[in-house]
């Protein structure tokens, strides 16, 4: 089993800039892939950005060349750096891991609320 916790979510106003963290624990080992995902009011969950064990990021084309992905091995932490928030970007956040590329998520965090303020 694994457990994720995000945390960093919040109140900022446009063109601010928020960090959010997704730690992990348990048989963190066997995580390969991990992302995050957002949902807002009344919207469909939608994926934000995934980053694989070796491999290149990837982000949805709304926030492309503004968030960024990481990936703290050591601190068995994930890392989602947003910059130039726009209000829209608001949503409650979730930390997700798998431990196949091909496989569904397997494991969610429950989520961390961001709101970007005008």
């Known amino acids: 089993q694994v457990q994720l916790v995000e945390s960093g979510g919040g109140l900022v106003q446009a063109g601010g800039s928020l960090r959010l963290s997704c730690a992990a624990s348990?048989?963190?080992?066997?995580?390969?892939?991990m992302g995050w995902y957002r949902q807002a009011p009344e919207k469909q969950r939608e994926l934000v950005a995934v980053?694989?064990?070796?491999?290149?990021?990837t982000y949805a084309d709304s926030v492309k060349d503004r968030f960024t992905i990481s990936r703290d091995s050591a601190k068995n932490t994930a890392y989602l750096q947003m910059n130039s928030l726009k209000l829209e970007d608001t949503a409650v956040y979730y930390c997700?891991?798998?431990?196949?590329?091909?496989?569904?998520?397997?494991?969610w965090g429950r989520g961390t609320q961001v709101t970007v303020s005008s």
């Open positions: 997700a891991a798998k431990v196949q590329p091909a496989m569904a998520w397997g494991y």
């Open positions: 348990g048989s963190i080992d066997s995580i390969v892939v």
């Open positions: 980053i694989s064990r070796g491999g290149t990021p």
